[in-house]
């Protein structure tokens, strides 16, 4: 049992160029997130999935896109990357909609925008 | 906006020491207050969880004190050692709607031996 996995774990790219993060978790989990983490201002979430076939905007979502084809997947896109977006990506998903539920975390994405 | 403020930035306790970690917010609606603890090069973790039913929550070394007419929530790191040194974030969340956590800034901390 993975738990949420991450690939790749580091990344450079040049302003401009596109990438895609890919978050994988094997515990049956309806309900997954992409965060990112910059100093200083914690964990902010860019979007979310509550289900296969469905996505929606968290608190910074502009720059960004995800998809989430299968269940155990969910990706998140940088369209044209910007130095604004050099940050440390998680992923994390959890059982269900409950807001007491746990979330758990992948070991996240070091992405650098140069 | 940040509507969970986390203080220190960072600290240092030596090896023993109790280590305090507090967070405040503003909107009365939050109602599970959770702390995650990340280990460098690892994603976060959940610690510790409390409702503001009560006013104190302890597991093991770590207690959360919950004080709902101040708006404030504090962890308590009690005989720290060197293996918890690692980054704590406070977090709030709300019913109604999805499974949202808004995290605070997030505290470094350092158990020197």
């Known amino acids: 049992n993975a738990g949420v996995t991450q690939t790749p774990k580091f990344r450079v790219l040049k302003t401009g160029q596109s990438m895609t993060l890919l978050c994988a978790q094997d515990m049956n989990h309806e309900y997954m997130y992409w965060y990112r983490q910059d100093p200083g201002m914690g964990l902010r979430l860019i979007h979310y999935s509550v289900g296969e076939g469905t996505t929606a905007k968290g608190e910074v979502p502009d720059g960004y896109n995800v998809s989430r084809l299968k269940k155990q997947n969910f990706l998140l896109g940088l369209e044209s990357a910007a130095p604004s977006q050099t940050s440390v990506y998680f992923c994390?998903?959890?059982?269900?909609?409950?807001?007491?539920?746990?979330?758990?975390f992948g070991p996240g994405t070091r992405l650098t925008v140069l | 906006q940040q509507q969970v403020k986390q203080s220190p930035q960072s600290l240092i306790v030596q090896k023993g020491g109790i280590s305090i970690i507090n967070c405040a917010y503003e909107?009365?609606?939050?109602?599970?207050f959770p702390w995650y603890q990340q280990f460098p090069g690892k994603g976060p973790a959940l610690l510790i969880a409390?409702?503001?039913?009560?006013s104190e929550k302890k597991e093991g070394r770590f207690t959360i004190s919950f004080n709902k007419s101040a708006k404030q929530f504090s962890l308590h790191i009690m005989d720290s050692q060197p293996g918890d040194s690692a980054t704590y974030f406070c977090a709030a969340a709300m019913g109604g709607g999805y499974n949202k956590l808004i995290f605070g800034a997030g505290t470094r901390l350092a158990v020197h031996p």
């Open positions: 994390a998903s959890s059982t269900s909609v409950a807001y007491t539920d746990t979330q758990y």
């Open positions: 409390i409702r503001p039913d009560v």
């Open positions: 909107n009365t609606a939050f109602d599970y």
